[in-house]
């Protein structure tokens, strides 16, 4: 079946530094959300890319979306503490069900 | 209400008993999903509720997890004769539609503990 495969499963980072998690598809998706977990949370919806080639940006935190649809990134610059947590990359297949990745959790040394 | 909501929020049972947890959807939306956590793991597709009926039961992981929803709404998970195994967060999310790229929104679990 499909699978998005997500790395790296943890990075650790000093504060200030960037943060890269890395998501690839086996196929092509319709499109790609990214969801942040806490710790001890649960998962908050960041942002969705539909578009082949697409690129958001949140404050820090840039997304993209590549050309064909079966990888996608987020980057955060200049890491705080706040952004400590999991990231989740999904995506849905061509019956709408949403696949995850195993997310990439980050950690902050102060 | 304003989001997702689960009960009990923890529960510890005893293995062999069963165990009922709930899931009430933000008003209005159609999808309910069902997913399992361990402890530092992703998470794990359970079930898919589009309306009253679950078109995918695929990640139910035994014949001994079952799930219902009623009235395009509230929807109980429920364990059979609980192992240890089966200690993990589970969280319930609801979506506008499962027809489309809708975001889900996460309740914010309940944690099963099974001694």
């Known amino acids: 079946g499909q699978q998005v495969m997500q790395i790296p499963q943890y990075q650790h980072v000093q504060e200030g530094e960037d943060f890269t998690t890395y998501c690839n598809s086996s196929?092509?998706?319709?499109?790609i959300q990214w969801y942040k977990q806490r710790p001890g949370g649960h998962p908050v919806f960041l942002i969705q890319l539909v578009k082949s080639g697409e690129v958001k940006k949140q404050k820090r935190l840039t997304f993209q979306f590549g050309e064909a649809k079966k990888n996608s990134s987020l980057h955060i610059t200049a890491t705080q503490t706040t952004d400590v947590g999991t990231y989740f990359c999904a995506g849905h297949d061509s019956n709408y069900q949403l696949i995850w990745g195993a997310g990439t959790k980050l950690i902050i040394k102060p | 209400g304003a989001g997702v909501s689960q009960s009990p929020s923890n529960k510890v049972t005893e293995k062999g008993k069963d165990v009922e947890l709930r899931c009430d959807p933000i008003?209005?939306?159609?999808?309910l999903y069902w997913y399992r956590q361990r402890l530092g793991q992703g998470l794990e597709f359970l079930i898919y509720?589009?309306?009253?009926?679950?078109?995918?039961k695929s990640g139910l992981p035994s014949d001994r997890f079952s799930a219902e929803r009623t009235g395009e709404s509230v929807s109980t998970l429920t364990i059979q004769r609980t192992q240890q195994e089966d200690s993990a967060v589970y969280l319930c999310a609801s979506s506008a539609s499962g027809t489309g790229y809708n975001e889900q929104f996460f309740g914010p679990g309940t944690r099963l503990t099974v001694l």
């Open positions: 509720f589009q309306g009253n009926s679950a078109p995918d």
């Open positions: 196929t092509t998706l319709s499109n």
């Open positions: 008003s209005g939306h159609t999808a």
